[in-house]
């Protein structure tokens, strides 16, 4: 299949030709090949635009999508099933139906083609110069720009950086069991699994910008959000992605990783991601800190595969922008690598892969459990106070009102750091507030894990929050399980409420 870009310059050959005004003959449509319409491709008289659409045994569902706001004289689309060779359109007849855009600018029909068929037809009437369009078929079920449900992921940011993701884009390999006769666990320092194989993963492009350059007002279609982005100078220049790879986070399966630069600080952002060019997910928001943020980001750590959050780590000589596995300083990862050995080789004790000790867990789940708790503590996460943005600072907003405070521990200068290991690596050293683990990262750890190991986590009641997040995802007393406000550790808006999940 051609590159969408080279299908779109192609589809532009085929509707400058002559026949787009006064057209007999259709141009054909081919399955997950989407064309635009321009101002200059819609008909000002009856005789619309006229596409064939190729028969199919499968059902075939039509899909519209808004590339800008629609005029006070949009375009009307009618398709038709019929064997007759209609031509469909307003005035209607057998087999002949208006696909109805919809307010997020999207509009979808299926059709189901007779055996005897040998395509259907799809016309387009009015329109004017401001309209765009994207129209395409796809066989099956799920139009062509369907909204992708899930959402966008947002790691964590600095003044001018930030660690994002894409919804998950292929399903996370099964959690490897002990088993006969290689009654082991994975070691401290595994290295990370292999990535998806070419092609199977899906494929998604971010696109960002702040709130001020107005992407929420657009039609919600990927091809609106794009242009938006991209036909915007200001919008375009407004970020950049400094790396991507794919990386397997957790247990949600691999996602795209995006750490980009370019940001303004205390400055709300909007963030898409654009799957296979047609299918939009998002908007998800996130806001920048504070020119004075001291800490550093931190990611790409196959030993601590979750982390990807400030941490109060000194900057990190050019060209380096984050600490990565091969830039923490050993000072934090040896230690973190010698608790999480010491702890398997007290698990492999309990017959892993022989003896269950539970009928919900076993020694490969508390092993990871414990690893996300164990790099939760041992790589405290930075946060910020809300702060009103600079007098002049363009495109600054205030951040979405977070629905409870979050757990933010102010760390003064010169006080004992949560980790000891951070004595002396001179990050922070101006004082620092710490977003505190949630408290169902220590207690997901305590469920997994057997007994005779004497894992505990402080109770709710009895001074938990002095250390931990508590009510944020559960209930503030434990008992109602994402019972909390507002039922998770970060919401759409881009509002961390404590560190973990």
């Known amino acids: 299949m051609l590159p969408h870009t080279l299908w779109a310059l192609v589809a532009s050959f085929l509707l400058d030709a002559p026949l787009t005004r006064a057209q ?4 054909p449509l081919t399955f997950n090949t989407p064309v635009t319409l321009t101002g200059k491709n819609f008909s000002t008289t009856s005789t619309p635009v006229l596409f064939a659409l190729p028969p199919s045994s499968s059902p075939i569902t039509i899909s519209l999508a808004l590339c800008a706001a629609a005029s006070s004289s949009p375009p009307r689309v009618f398709v038709s099933n019929s064997t007759a060779q209609v031509v469909p359109g307003p005035s209607g007849g057998e087999d002949v139906f208006e696909v109805v855009l919809g307010s997020l600018g999207l509009g979808n029909f299926t059709l189901w083609m007779p055996q005897d068929s040998t395509g259907g037809a799809l016309a387009v009437y009015g329109g004017s110069a401001s309209d765009n369009l994207e129209l395409g078929a796809s066989e099956g079920l799920l139009p062509l720009h369907a909204p992708v449900d899930a959402l966008p992921l947002f ?3 600095t003044a001018n950086e930030a660690l994002l993701f894409s919804p998950p884009t292929f399903p996370a390999p099964p959690l490897a069991q002990p088993a006969y006769p290689n009654y082991t666990l994975p070691p401290a320092d595994a290295p990370p699994p292999p990535p998806p ?3 199977a993963a899906t494929n ?4 960002l910008a702040p709130l001020a350059a107005g992407l929420a007002a657009l039609p919600q279609t990927a091809c ?3 242009a938006g982005v991209t036909g915007n100078a200001r919008a375009a220049a407004s970020a950049q992605v400094l790396e991507e790879q794919p990386w397997l986070r957790d247990a949600d399966g691999w996602r795209m990783e995006w750490l980009v630069g370019r940001l303004a600080p205390l400055t709300n952002y909007s963030m898409y991601a654009i799957q296979d060019g047609t299918r939009l997910s998002g908007p998800a928001y996130f806001s920048t800190k504070s020119a004075s943020f001291a800490c550093q980001l931190v990611h790409a750590l196959p ?3 979750a982390t990807a959050h400030s941490v109060p780590l000194p900057q990190l000589p050019a060209p380096d922008i984050a600490y990565n596995a091969s830039t923490l300083p050993p000072a934090l990862t040896a230690p973190l690598l010698g608790y999480l050995t010491n702890f398997t080789t007290s698990l492999l004790t309990a017959a892993c892969g022989r003896d269950a000790f539970s009928p919900l867990q076993t020694c490969a789940d508390c092993q990871a459990a414990y690893r996300r708790w164990l790099c939760a503590v041992s790589l405290p996460r930075c946060g910020e106070f809300p702060q009103a943005p600079p007098p002049g600072l363009a495109g600054a907003q205030q951040a979405q ?3 409870a405070p979050p757990a933010l521990a102010p760390q003064a200068k010169g006080s004992a750091p949560r980790n000891a290991a951070f004595a002396g690596l001179k990050g922070g050293a101006g004082g620092y507030t710490a977003l505190l683990p949630c408290l169902e990262t220590c207690n997901e750890a305590d469920r997994a894990c057997p007994i005779f190991l004497g894992f505990r986590c402080p109770l709710p009641q009895f001074n938990a929050n002095a250390s931990y997040g508590v009510g944020f995802i559960d209930s503030a007393d434990g008992h109602v399980p994402g019972g909390g406000v507002p039922g998770a550790a970060q919401d759409r808006w881009g509002n ?3 560190s973990g999940s």
């Open 496 to 498: 961390v409420y404590c």
């Open 224 to 226: 609106a959000v794009r």
């Open 24 to 27: 007999t003959s259709s141009l």
């Open 155 to 157: 790691g964590d940011s």
């Open 401 to 403: 009102t977070p629905l």
């Open 204 to 207: 998604f492009t971010l696109f």
């Open 303 to 305: 030993f601590c595969p």
């Open 197 to 199: 194989p070419a092609g």
